[in-house]
C-alpha cells in the first residue's frame, strides 16, 4: 500500500535549469495538491487539481507548471529554476477536496544554486 | 497567506505531561485538521473536526473547536518520547476546500524522556 510516492527525494539544481517532480498516488483519490514547505512560513499551496484534467493555481504558483493526465499522477514542472524555489516540496491527495484527510508524501528537498 | 497560527511556536515538556497546542484562524472555515510532520518526514493527518462540532477525541488526542472565537487547541495526554515532532493546523474554506488546506506554521513540540 504505497499511498503518496514522490520522485527525487532530494535533487540540486542550478539557476536557470528545469525539471520535473514526480507525485503518484495509488487510492483513486480525485484531488491532488503541491505544497511547499519554508523555514517559518508553513506549507503554502502551489497549484492543485480536482481530477484528470483540471488544475488551477494555489497561493504560490509563479514559476511552476502543472498537468493532470491520469488520475494517479499530478508532476510539477519548474520552468527555469531560482535560488527562491530552494524549499521543501510536499504532494498530497485525498479522496475528494479537503472534506477528508489528506495524505500526504515524504518530499522533495530541493536547493537550487 | 497564512490562516493559522499556532501557539506556542516550541513547547519542551517531561514525558508523561499533557500537551495543549492551540491554533486561531481568521475566516469562516468548513473544517479544521490537525497534522504531524517528525523531522525530515512527511505530514500526518491526525484528526479532523467539522465546524458544527465542538469536540472530538481519538485515543490520546482531543481537539477542540470554538468558531465563535476563532480558535481550536489540540491536547496529547501522557506524552510519550515519540510524540515529539511539528504540529499543524490546517483550514479548509467555508466553499469545501477545493482550493487547497491553510497552514499555520506550526507548533514544536519536544517531549524530554
Known amino acids: 500500500n504505497a499511498g503518496v510516492t514522490q520522485t527525487p527525494k532530494f535533487q540540486v539544481l542550478k539557476t536557470g535549469q528545469s525539471m520535473t517532480l514526480q507525485c503518484a498516488q495509488d487510492m483513486n483519490h480525485e484531488y491532488m495538491s503541491w505544497y511547499r514547505q519554508d523555514p517559518g512560513m508553513g506549507l503554502r499551496l502551489i497549484h492543485y487539481?480536482?481530477?484528470?484534467?483540471?488544475?488551477d493555481q494555489g497561493e504560490v504558483p509563479n514559476g511552476y507548471n502543472v498537468s493532470r493526465s491520469t488520475t494517479e499522477d499530478f508532476p510539477l514542472r519548474l520552468l527555469s529554476a531560482a535560488p527562491s524555489q530552494t524549499s521543501v516540496y510536499f504532494c498530497?491527495?485525498?479522496?475528494?477536496?479537503?472534506?477528508?484527510?489528506?495524505?500526504f508524501g515524504q518530499g522533495t528537498r530541493l536547493t537550487v544554486v | 497567506s497564512q490562516q493559522g497560527e499556532e501557539d506556542p511556536q516550541a513547547l519542551s515538556i517531561q514525558e508523561g505531561e499533557n500537551a495543549t497546542m492551540n491554533c486561531s484562524y481568521k475566516t469562516s472555515i468548513n473544517n479544521l485538521q490537525w497534522y504531524r510532520q517528525n523531522s525530515g518526514r512527511g505530514l500526518v493527518h491526525l484528526i479532523l473536526?467539522?465546524?458544527?462540532?465542538r469536540e472530538k477525541h481519538s485515543g490520546r488526542l482531543r481537539v477542540t473547536l470554538d468558531t465563535s472565537k476563532k480558535s481550536s487547541s489540540l491536547l496529547i495526554t501522557a506524552s510519550r518520547a515519540a510524540d515529539t515532532a511539528s504540529y499543524f493546523c490546517?483550514?479548509?474554506?467555508?466553499?469545501?476546500?477545493?482550493?487547497?488546506?491553510?497552514f499555520g506554521k506550526g507548533t514544536h513540540l519536544i517531549i524530554q524522556p
Open positions: 490546517a483550514t479548509v474554506s467555508r466553499g469545501g476546500g477545493a482550493d487547497g488546506l491553510t
Open positions: 487539481s480536482v481530477g484528470a484534467g483540471i488544475t
Open positions: 473536526i467539522r465546524s458544527n462540532e
Open positions: 498530497a491527495s485525498s479522496y475528494r477536496a479537503l472534506n477528508t484527510e489528506a495524505f
